[in-house]
Nanobody
Framework: VQLQASGGGLVQTGGSLRLSCAAS????????VGWFRQAPGKEREFVSA????????GYADSVKGRFTISRDNAKSTVYLQMNNLKPEDTAVYYC??????????????????WGQGTLVTVSS
């Protein structure tokens, strides 16, 4: 599967963005998907994950209550709605997918396929 992340941009503190992760292939409904981010000079960190069906989701503590992950398997797309953005959310955001398990969780090594990343910049 090939992944294409989009939707990043420049936003002020408190603003919102919706990221999209579009996948090629007709079996996207059998892939667990995760969002990760990497800020300059920092390690990649987990943001959110969603199971095949969308029935299970997970979030990093730093984004819980502000970000919402969802998916539309008919459109082979996973979304990350980001509200009340903060400067510390500034990073390149990557989506990742894997078909070997129902839910991928927070471990980036569990994901076999990665998109190219989309930059989110939150100004103070």
């Amino acid at each position: 599967v090939q992944l294409q992340a989009s939707g990043g941009g420049l936003v002020q503190t408190g603003g919102s963005l919706r990221l999209s992760c579009a996948a090629s292939g007709r079996t996207f409904g059998s892939y667990a998907v995760g969002w990760f981010r990497q800020a300059p000079g920092k390690e990649r960190e987990f943001v959110s994950a969603i199971s095949w069906s969308g029935g299970r989701t997970g979030y990093a503590d730093s984004v819980k209550g502000r970000f919402t992950i969802s998916r539309d398997n008919a459109k082979s797309t996973v979304y990350l709605q980001m509200n009340n953005l903060k400067p510390e959310d500034t990073a390149v955001y990557y989506c990742a997918a894997d078909s070997s398990r129902y839910y991928g969780g927070s471990d980036h090594t569990e994901y076999a396929y990665w998109g190219q990343g989309t930059l989110v910049t939150v100004s103070s």
